[in-house]
């Protein structure tokens, strides 16, 4: 579902059912995505508790050198 929803597109979530409920795993690139991820599966399954572990990735190039020891 994710993966075919042309405003969604997402194919790095891996979607886990337990008993009590779903389990979202994996990495976006904004929390605004993370939110309209976990508010499409809602309205997918209205009467199932969705538990989110999808940590955002930074989009950026840092700011900082990163000096090795």
């Known amino acids: 579902m994710l993966a075919e ?5 997402e194919q790095g979530i891996t979607v ?3 008993e009590n409920g779903l ?6 690139e904004s929390p605004h995505r ?3 991820i976990l508010r499409r599966v809602a309205e997918r399954f209205p ?3 969705v538990t989110s572990d999808i940590g955002v ?3 950026q190039a840092p ?7």
């Open 5 to 9: 929803d042309p405003s969604v597109a």
């Open 16 to 18: 886990v059912r337990r």
């Open 23 to 28: 389990v979202l795993y994996g990495e976006v």
């Open 34 to 36: 993370r939110e309209e």
């Open 47 to 49: 009467d199932t508790h």
């Open 57 to 59: 990735i930074r989009t």
């Open 63 to 69: 700011t900082q050198v990163e000096e090795l020891p």
